[in-house]
């Protein structure tokens, strides 16, 4: 999960603040020391994931694109210089645009926002941008909620009582609700100070940086494993009385033995890189093979292992996780069932290969194995009223195809609420009635007004005549004598 850390450099962040008794220091150095804290721990334990940073005041700059290279980050915050006034809808702008770019809209995304609680002054505010949200065109929206998932993190470099003089602490609450409440506000406690600032950072670091340890088993192999990012707990909508579910944690007890002591004691990565691990052995089996791995995370609940390259010559261990429950892809059927070959009564898959037991077929048909209708484009439409007026104009030697096609499109209209489409085409039933030429046969205009009429009373939304499975039968004539 990349991180967006959004720097503010505006001037009021060059406001001073007293250490000690000792030499001034702006809220930018309080800012920057707690941002230092927190790249040293990403680079120690988050060392796979992409960072960037971003500085912004009334206009935003991307200073260091998405990397694993934390000390560049770190020497971009030494050389950050001051600009004018705070404008917070620039800079989630510019979020958006760098994050779209990079990762498209379907990869979440970690957002630190690092302000003084300073909102701005008239246009541009924080406080004038959620006023006149609600009253913008389309082409101006406000950039949150984003486009993508996102966690937003805001690290108020000032305490809470300071907040809460002004309206700051409001806007800012209502600022984390529009991005999706998936966040939190953090504030210092205590006087200002380096102290204060460490130990908010620490409360962010414990929040969404904490690092992810599990042991992996297969049989009687095992391996310490760390995932990045962190698994979240799931929350299955179905259940009576949700509650989370998390990723099981299995933490081994390891033993320690007294060694010789070598006149050059190896490291410690020298030493795992000499040991055998059965994670590595995994990774490369599944590399080679081109194949995955189930795994277990928790009852009635799996996921699957799998490599991934990054470019060609770096790949890694890859874990994707299933919805909760026994059988979370119905096409392979309940993973509990599932074993090896050796212990079937037959071969599933034949002596030569030539068949194989999956996908699963349902016992019930899938609405989506059905012949719907679906109109993607308008062009789609179009040939349907058209399929249904040519068959008009053949009446009644093609009454039976006339209402199957009617029918069909009666459904589809009743099924997205597309009530106007059914008043249109019953005004075309009724022109193409005008319209037929004397030597057209009688039954034809009967047909035609009984159908329009049929789909005006559809298109009134009455239950009586706009049921679901009703279909309009040709109406009965006798015209032999």
């Given at each position: 999960?990349?991180?967006?850390?959004?720097?503010?450099?505006?001037?009021?962040?060059?406001?001073?603040?007293?250490?000690?008794?000792?030499?001034?220091?702006?809220?930018?150095?309080?800012?920057?020391?707690?941002?230092?804290?927190?790249?040293?721990?990403?680079?120690?334990?988050?060392?796979?994931?992409?960072?960037?940073?971003?500085?912004?005041?009334?206009?935003?700059?991307?200073?260091?694109?998405?990397?694993?290279?934390?000390?560049?980050?770190?020497?971009?915050?030494?050389?950050?210089?001051?600009?004018?006034?705070?404008?917070?809808?620039?800079?989630?702008?510019?979020?958006?645009?760098?994050?779209?770019?990079?990762?498209?809209?379907?990869?979440?995304?970690?957002?630190?926002?690092?302000?003084?609680?300073?909102?701005?002054?008239?246009?541009?505010?924080?406080?004038?941008?959620?006023?006149?949200?609600?009253?913008?065109?389309?082409?101006k929206k406000f950039p949150l909620p984003f486009p993508f998932p996102t966690k937003l993190f805001i690290m108020s470099v000032a305490n809470a009582e300071e907040l809460q003089m002004t309206d700051a602490m409001d806007n800012l609450e209502e600022l984390l609700r529009l991005s999706g409440g998936?966040?939190?506000?953090?504030?210092?406690?205590?006087?200002?100070?380096?102290?204060?600032?460490?130990?908010?950072?620490?409360?962010?670091?414990?929040?969404?940086?904490?690092?992810?340890?599990?042991?992996?088993?297969?049989?009687?192999?095992?391996?310490?494993?760390?995932?990045?990012?962190?698994?979240?707990?799931?929350?299955?909508?179905?259940?009576?009385?949700?509650?989370?579910?998390?990723?099981?944690?299995?933490?081994?007890?390891?033993?320690?033995?007294?060694?010789?002591?070598?006149?050059?004691?190896?490291?410690?990565?020298?030493?795992?890189?000499?040991?055998?691990?059965?994670?590595?052995?995994?990774?490369?089996?599944?590399?080679?093979?081109?194949?995955?791995?189930?795994?277990?995370?928790?009852?009635?609940?799996?996921?699957?292992?799998?490599?991934?390259?990054?470019?060609?010559?770096?790949?890694?261990?890859?874990?994707?996780?299933?919805?909760?429950?026994?059988?979370?892809?119905?096409?392979?059927?309940?993973?509990?069932?599932?074993?090896?070959?050796?212990?079937?009564?037959?071969?599933?898959?034949?002596?030569?290969?030539?068949?194989?037991?999956?996908?699963?077929?349902?016992?019930?048909?899938?609405?989506?194995?059905?012949?719907?209708?679906?109109?993607?484009?308008?062009?789609?439409?179009?040939?349907?009223?058209?399929?249904?007026?040519?068959?008009?104009?053949?009446?009644?030697?093609?009454?039976?195809?006339?209402?199957?096609?009617?029918?069909?499109?009666?459904?589809?209209?009743?099924?997205?609420?597309?009530?106007?489409?059914?008043?249109?085409?019953?005004?075309?039933?009724?022109?193409?009635?005008?319209?037929?030429?004397?030597?057209?046969?009688?039954?034809?205009?009967?047909?035609?007004?009984?159908?329009?009429?049929?789909?005006?009373?559809?298109?009134?939304?009455?239950?009586?005549?706009?049921?679901?499975?009703?279909?309009?039968a040709p109406m009965h004539t006798d015209f032999s004598s």
């Amino acid at each position: 999960m990349p991180t967006v850390v959004l720097m503010d450099v505006s001037l009021s962040m060059t406001r001073p603040v007293s250490l000690d008794g000792s030499d001034e220091f702006q809220r930018k150095n309080l800012a920057v020391h707690g941002l230092n804290m927190l790249f040293e721990h990403m680079a120690s334990n988050y060392r796979l994931e992409f960072t960037s940073l971003m500085a912004f005041s009334s206009l935003w700059e991307l200073l260091v694109p998405f990397t694993r290279d934390y000390n560049a980050l770190q020497e971009a915050l030494s050389t950050l210089e001051d600009y004018d006034k705070t404008c917070v809808e620039a800079a989630l702008n510019g979020v958006s645009n760098v994050v779209q770019q990079e990762w498209g809209s379907a990869c979440p995304c970690q957002v630190v926002l690092v302000t003084d609680g300073s909102l701005g002054i008239g246009k541009g505010s924080l406080r004038h941008s959620l006023q006149t949200r609600k009253h913008r065109g389309d082409d101006k929206k406000f950039p949150l909620p984003f486009p993508f998932p996102t966690k937003l993190f805001i690290m108020s470099v000032a305490n809470a009582e300071e907040l809460q003089m002004t309206d700051a602490m409001d806007n800012l609450e209502e600022l984390l609700r529009l991005s999706g409440g998936d966040g939190q506000i953090f504030t210092m406690e205590g006087p200002l100070c380096m102290k204060s600032v460490q130990a908010m950072f620490g409360r962010l670091i414990d929040h969404a940086y904490s690092p992810f340890h599990a042991v992996l088993h297969c049989g009687n192999l095992s391996s310490d494993v760390q995932v990045f990012p962190r698994p979240e707990p799931i929350v299955m909508d179905e259940e009576v009385e949700p509650m989370p579910r998390s990723v099981n944690i299995e933490v081994d007890e390891v033993g320690t033995g007294a060694t010789d002591e070598l006149e050059e004691e190896p490291s410690a990565s020298q030493m795992a890189g000499k040991s055998p691990n059965f994670c590595v052995l995994l990774h490369g089996s599944l590399k080679v093979e081109g194949m995955v791995a189930l795994v277990q995370l928790g009852p009635e609940w799996y996921g699957m292992l799998y490599s991934q390259a990054d470019s060609k010559k770096k790949s890694n261990l890859m874990m994707s996780l299933f919805e909760p429950g026994p059988e979370p892809l119905p096409w392979l059927g309940k993973i509990t069932h599932l074993g090896p070959i050796s212990e079937a009564a037959e071969n599933p898959y034949g002596e030569d290969d030539s068949k194989s037991p999956f996908p699963l077929q349902p016992s019930a048909k899938r609405s989506y194995a059905q012949n719907v209708t679906v109109w993607i484009k308008a062009s789609g439409l179009q040939t349907d009223v058209q399929k249904i007026l040519r068959n008009a104009r053949k009446l009644p030697d093609k009454t039976q195809t006339f209402y199957k096609e009617l029918n069909r499109l009666r459904k589809a209209a009743l099924a997205f609420g597309f009530w106007e489409l059914l008043k249109g085409v019953a005004d075309l039933l009724e022109r193409e009635c005008t319209l037929l030429p004397d030597s057209a046969h009688p039954d034809a205009a009967f047909q035609l007004s009984h159908a329009a009429q049929q789909l005006k009373l559809a298109s009134t939304g009455d239950s009586q005549y706009a049921a679901f499975d009703h279909n309009i039968a040709p109406m009965h004539t006798d015209f032999s004598s």
